[in-house]
């Protein structure tokens, strides 16, 4: 049996996107700050890496995507002329560390907030706000690559259009 909107109420409508509130905004200035990002020359990657390292799918999955994710990074920078990445992944250490140095390798500056252990940005932090500020820097980045079917990308995109419609209102408007 379908059930209507009417019937489920608000209880299942999406989540709205996370508001860019004083903490965030702070915090996501400080992430940016921490990794040394410059704006208008980062191109900010999503690679959200749990369906690779999940137990049901091939091990050689997680042994062939670092370099798949590089490859594409390295060819969304130079398509945009970014020089620094922002890695934004909850994969495991040995394949994030894997991505930093391929794209090292490639003449790129990458960071990861996962490499500021000891701040709400680290591995072990459990800070409820780090992933709204990491969102809120990467929709900030001069250029954007995420995972298909993330909600975490989708949210990005999502909030780098909201920016992007604000921006051209205020183009016209003045």
């Not at 903490?23 to 959200?48: I, K, P, Q, Y």
């Not at 140095?101 to 790129?108: K, P, T, V």
């Not at 419609?165 to 408007?173: E, M, S, V």
Request: proline share 3%; charged share 25%; aromatic share 6%.
């Amino acid at each position: 049996m379908l059930f209507s909107k009417q019937a489920l109420g608000r209880s299942f409508e999406l989540c709205s996107l996370p508001r860019e509130e004083e903490a965030v905004l702070r915090m996501a200035d400080e992430l940016e700050s921490a990794l040394g990002l410059t704006r208008g020359r980062t191109l900010c990657v999503h690679w959200r890496a749990e369906d690779f390292h999940h137990a049901s799918r091939l091990a050689t999955h997680t042994n062939n995507t670092s370099p798949a994710v590089a490859a594409r990074a390295e060819a969304a920078a130079r398509e945009v002329g970014a020089r620094q990445v922002l890695l934004l992944t909850n994969a495991r250490h040995e394949a994030w560390r894997d991505l930093l140095g391929r794209l090292a390798s490639s003449g790129l500056r990458p960071a990861t907030p996962r490499a500021l252990e000891g701040t709400t940005f680290g591995c072990r932090s459990s800070y409820v706000y780090a992933p709204f500020a990491e969102m809120l820097a990467c929709s900030r980045a001069h250029a954007f690559v995420g995972t298909p079917h993330s909600t975490f990308t989708l949210h990005i995109e999502a909030m780098r259009r909201r920016k992007r419609a604000g921006q051209r209102r205020a183009h016209d408007r003045g």
